[in-house]
């Protein structure tokens, strides 16, 4: 066995044992790195777009590059960042260590699945130096197919591919969960972390594959002439939205769930109670990850679907708020009562608390048939998304680092620092997206750059938030990177959390644990 | 996983290690079962919308040598379903023969179903890569689009194939009678390729039925 002193980050040095390693823990080291270039990339196709929209007139930059900007910021940001972002990395660290195993059932492919994400990001990132692309993320034909001369099929190729990472990641993880449990780990006992990256591999292995047959139409029509959505042969361009949101909506839900599991470890362990309602938690995961492979046409009330399927996907569309709803109430209820901690991760958690709850109820107003005529293609939609995918995700993604960062890296970090970087990107949030709303309901449609006057002082808010959260990005890169060098020991539990991670020593050794662990209580037994 | 055991070091023991490999397996069916149900979908779809210029360009397919590839292709189910049992009886290099029957009807699947592409392509029935599109039926725009479908469903499954193929000469080679070969990885394998041959044979029937015999 290894010798003491010796954990998964000093057991070899050079290039080699990183690049060639099955550990999952380094693996997720490594998404770690490619993601946050990522982000930073889609982030930077962000900025720009906010500092073109400080004045009305479009005077930074050409409607086509604004085109481009937007569509490699969605691109970048859902399928480079956000997809794999919670599941790939702590996700790919965690779980191993919460069921009490020694790795993931497939460790090989396990790195085959950060070479194939790193080679799909090669792709995009090829596409965007070859003049971009302007189809936004949505690739909706026939404009993708037949119209835009930009670089259509490397992006989507590029999109393709990282699909298969999202499949073999997916797939590993439902394997290792059903297979891999430690002694007494019984469902019932799982984490909700475990619980809600469980309902994020269904969805990745079930929808991705129907995505990546859609973009792979899209390459076969550009690069053979198949014309699947040509209407000129009678294909219908509609069909595309159909098989495109049939996976991008349960993909909506991939990146939540993880966020939602993260949030609900955070909770427990700073109010110091055991989750409120534990059954129901994990009743409306599993509930989620179902009900979104049934909502997908309230992508498409005005696309031209019939009157009664926009009937039946807005009913469906309100039905997924009965489990969010349950989930948001059980939190709280965790909090009533409990003796709180206002650490840096949990100012992230409570922060998702109150974020998620504004994007999921102004989700529920998007449902509305009639209402969604006119909020269509606007600003609020903007907003409600991000509101999900930036203030839920993105938070639970920092408020995760933070809490796990002792245990990932042996130090701590400075708690101040993180402090204020968790209060920034809150307001900046907020300050960016908020207006949004007000902008989409005075109606300001999506993807313009001119706009007209009256809507200046919104979008100067707009993008002066958006200065202040990007501060929020940026603090951790460096206080993270200090205590790289000079954090202090964290010592094996530093936040007195339950949970098997916990119980190994930080940073945890090649095989996880020195002895396997036995289960014999439930999950969040805080007293 | 070293070659030394047959356990890789993560697992407790060998049952936990086949049923991982297997249910990883189904798994990836299922993966790949949606991915051809989009494209099926849309077929199925655009079958109703346009039912008779579909049927019409349905009748200038190849059925008799398109049959002839199906009774081919489940007959290789059978030989790989044997090889599977001559695994588990413990006899590998019966197991190997089996195989190497399934990899002969497999290529000639291949071969006859290249045959097959080759005929529409000098009949002018491949509106691929810029190609004229002779068609001598009404609704030629929608027979080019039943085309699209055929040659999309058609090459995605053979592609498939090749992989299968692929797949099952490398487990021949792995079988050989060497001093390293591990019973009970080699039938851990033999199984789990077997099952994607399966999923390839089951896909197969379903291309035949869509493409070839919904021809009225």
């Known amino acids: 066995m290894s010798e003491p002193g010796t954990h998964y980050l000093n057991e070899g040095w050079t290039l080699r044992s990183w690049l060639l390693t099955t ?18 990339i889609g982030g930077l196709a962000a900025l720009l777009i906010r500092l073109e929209l ?4 479009g005077e930074m930059v050409e409607s086509d590059t604004y085109n481009k900007l937007f569509s490699a910021h969605g691109i970048v940001m859902v399928w480079f960042f956000l997809v794999p972002s919670i599941p790939a990395t702590m996700g790919n660290f965690l779980l191993p260590l919460m069921l009490g195993a020694r790795d993931l059932a497939f460790p090989k492919l396990n790195l085959l699945s950060w070479y194939i994400f790193t080679l799909g990001g090669l792709f995009t990132m090829t596409a965007v130096i070859a003049g971009g692309v302007d189809t936004g993320w949505t690739f909706y034909t026939p404009y993708s197919t037949l119209f835009s001369n930009s670089a259509v099929v490397l992006a989507a190729s590029g999109v393709f591919v990282v699909g298969f990472s999202s499949i073999l990641t997916g797939l590993n993880f439902i394997v290792t969960t059903h297979k891999m449990r430690a002694p007494g780990l019984t469902w019932m006992r799982l984490p909700l972390f475990c619980w809600a990256n469980y309902a994020t591999s269904l969805i990745m292995i079930l929808a991705t594959p129907v995505l990546s047959m859609a973009l792979l139409l899209i390459v076969l029509e550009r690069v053979l002439g198949i014309g699947i959505f040509d209407p000129e042969l009678g294909g219908d361009p509609l069909l595309f939205q159909h098989l495109f949101w049939f996976y991008s909506h349960p993909a909506v839900y991939i990146m939540i769930l993880p966020g939602m599991g993260v949030v609900s470890e955070i909770i427990t362990c700073f109010a110091r109670r055991p989750i409120f ?42 039905l997924v708020a009965v489990p969010s709803a349950i989930k948001t109430l059980n939190w709280t209820a965790t909090l009533y009562g409990g003796r709180i901690r206002f650490t840096a991760p949990m100012i992230y958690g ?40 930036v203030g839920g995700m993105v938070t639970a ?23 204020v970087a968790a209060l920034a990107l809150f307001i900046g ?12 309901f005075l109606g300001m449609p999506r993807r313009y750059h001119a706009y007209p006057e009256e809507f200046q002082l919104l979008h100067v808010m707009s993008s002066l938030g958006a200065g202040v959260l990007a501060v929020g990005y940026l603090l951790p890169m460096v206080y993270f990177g200090w205590s790289l060098w000079r954090g202090k020991p964290a010592g094996d539990n530093p936040w007195d959390a339950t949970g098997l991670e916990w119980q190994t020593s930080s940073p945890p050794p090649k095989h996880n644990f020195v002895d396997t662990p036995t289960v014999t209580t439930r999950p969040y037994d805080y007293v | 996983m070293s070659d030394g055991a047959t356990i890789a070091s993560h697992f407790e023991d060998a049952e936990q290690q086949r049923e991982a490999g297997l249910m990883g397996m189904w798994l990836f069916l299922a993966t790949e079962l949606l991915l051809f149900a989009g494209l099926f979908g849309g077929f199925a779809i655009y079958r109703g919308l346009h039912g008779d210029a579909f049927a019409a360009a349905a009748r200038h397919l190849d059925l008799p040598l398109a049959t002839a590839n199906t009774v081919i292709l489940l007959t290789s189910g059978l030989s790989m379903a044997l090889a599977e049992r001559m695994a588990h009886a413990g006899a590998p290099q019966l197991a190997r023969r089996w195989i190497a ?21 000098s009949e002018g029935l491949m509106p691929l890569l810029g190609l004229a599109f002779e068609y001598d039926g009404p609704d030629a725009a929608q027979a080019h689009l039943f ?23 490398l487990l021949w080679m792995l079988g050989r009678p060497r001093a390293g070969l591990q019973p009970d990885r080699y039938i851990r394998q033999v199984q789990i390729t077997g099952m994607y041959w399966a999923f390839v044979d089951v896909v197969w029937v379903f291309v035949f039925t869509s493409l070839y015999l919904l021809r009225s």
Do not use: C
């Open chain 1, 23 to 40: 550990d999952h823990k380094r693996i997720a080291w490594m998404y770690f790195a490619t993601i946050t270039v990522f982000f930073f």
């Open chain 1, 54 to 57: 400080l004045t009305p007139a």
């Open chain 1, 277 to 318: 309602g534990y059954t129901g938690m994990v009743i409306s995961i599993m509930a989620i990850a179902l009900f979104g492979f049934i909502v997908w046409g309230h992508h498409m009330f005005v696309a031209g679907q019939s009157l009664y399927a926009g009937i039946l996907f807005s009913f469906f569309t309100f």
């Open chain 1, 350 to 389: 409570l922060s998702f608390l109150g974020l998620f709850t504004i994007g999921g109820l102004t989700g529920v107003i998007l449902a509305s048939l009639a209402v969604d005529i006119h909020l269509h293609d606007t600003y609020f939609v903007t907003a409600h998304f991000h509101y999900i995918m």
């Open chain 1, 397 to 419: 993604y920092l408020g995760g680092l933070h809490f796990w960062w002792p245990k990932i890296t042996g130090r701590m970090y400075s708690g101040p620092w993180s402090i």
């Open chain 1, 429 to 440: 949030f907020n300050l960016t997206f908020f207006p949004q709303f007000l902008l989409g």
């Open chain 2, 101 to 121: 029957v399934t990899v002969a009807l497999g290529a000639s699947f291949l071969a006859i179903k290249g045959y097959e592409w080759h005929h529409e392509y």
């Open chain 2, 147 to 169: 085309f699209d479908f055929y040659f999309a469903m058609t090459g995605l499954h053979a592609l498939h194939m090749l992989i299968g193929l692929a797949a099952l000469v």
